[in-house]
């Protein structure tokens, strides 16, 4: 069984920065593709960045050079770096753990950016 924990979500003014942290328990976490996705009200859950067992990143178009996904495979765990926040990354962000045909899904912690 396969656990994903998110934390660290909050209210934060825009412009400001918090980082959001994944846990991953029951697996071994080096071999998975982790990812933060995002769902704001009335609307589809959304890819913000992806990081493979390599290290190699992939974002959304919308959070580049502002987001920074990292992981710790020492601690499985996945970060995001959220600098310079906007009131339109307000959502609930959630961690993605994937390998093959196998996902997995935290719960979710609220983000929420006051402007």
């Known amino acids: 069984q396969v656990h994903v924990t998110e934390s660290g979500g909050g209210l934060v003014q825009s412009g400001g920065s918090l980082r959001l942290s994944c846990t991953a328990s029951g697996t071994i976490f080096s071999v998975y593709i982790m990812g933060w996705y995002r769902q704001a009200p009335g609307k589809e859950r959304e890819l913000v960045a992806t990081?493979?067992?390599?290290?190699?990143?992939n974002y959304t178009d919308s959070v580049k050079g502002r987001f920074t996904i990292s992981r710790d495979n020492g601690k499985n765990a996945v970060y995001l770096q959220m600098n310079s926040l906007k009131p339109e990354d307000t959502a609930v962000y959630y961690c993605n753990a994937r390998i093959a045909t196998m996902n997995y899904w935290g719960q979710g912690t609220q983000v929420t950016v006051s402007s």
């Open positions: 990081i493979t067992p390599s290290r190699t990143t």
